[in-house]
């Protein structure tokens, strides 16, 4: 007889709760092979999202035993307790139904972070180059490699407080941006993020660099702006 695996899934919106599915366990299992076989198997109108399966689009993050997690590299063999998983939406966004989450609030907050890039060139202007070996470049080598997937906001204590917090996410996009030499928009871009909402809110607790998965730290980030902020000021330019 082959093993079971006992797995809770949140059901519903906001206010619903889990029910409990058996799973066959197998060989290299991840947590989306998981759900992808209850909605195939047991239950077709789970509702879930993912894309790529491979780790590249960041789409099927869930909260998985109370973490948040891309659920296609998340092996069963490694978060199983005692033959059971719970798997849940991802928390600090609205919930749609099931396992997918409303993410409208979390990229309209990269917007009010001034997280779209704002230069002076036109597509009749050759390309403007940024050496790689240049410090501002440097500084930023691996917060540009965010994807947007929201597990560092889900993962994030202040944004459960403050739901008005930009959050991690955004405030490393606001970083990439003020350290490319090419936009333009920098004062306003920290102006945007200097509010009781932005960088100045972060307590540090770094639970966004310990669960992102691409093992960014955008707590290093929002350290940046929160010293690019108290340069401007001191030098009377916010």
Known sequence: MSEILRVSVWRGEEAGGFQEFEVPRL????????????????????????????????????TVNGKARWTCRTHVAKVADHGRVEIAPLTNLPVIKDLVTDMSEFF??????????????????????????????????EAIECIGCGVCYSSCDVVSWNPDYLGPAALNRAWT???????VDQKARL??????????????HMNCTERCPKQLSPTAGIAGLKRAILAAALKGEL
Request: aromatic share 8%; net charge positive.
């Open 177 to 183: 941006l003020f350290n490319d030499v090419r936009d």
């Open 191 to 204: 102006t945007a993020v200097a509010g009781d909402a932005g960088c100045h809110a972060c307590h540090t």
């Open 27 to 62: 060989e290299s299992q991840t947590v989306l092979d998981v759900v992808t076989y209850i909605q195939r198997s047991l239950d077709s109108t789970l509702s879930y999202r993912y894309a790529c399966r491979v780790g590249m689009c960041g789409s099927c993050a869930m």
């Open 108 to 141: 309209d907050k990269w917007s009010k972070a001034r997280g779209r890039f704002q230069g002076t060139q036109t597509r009749a202007d050759d390309f403007v180059r940024v050496s790689p070996e240049s410090p501002k470049r440097k500084q930023v080598d």
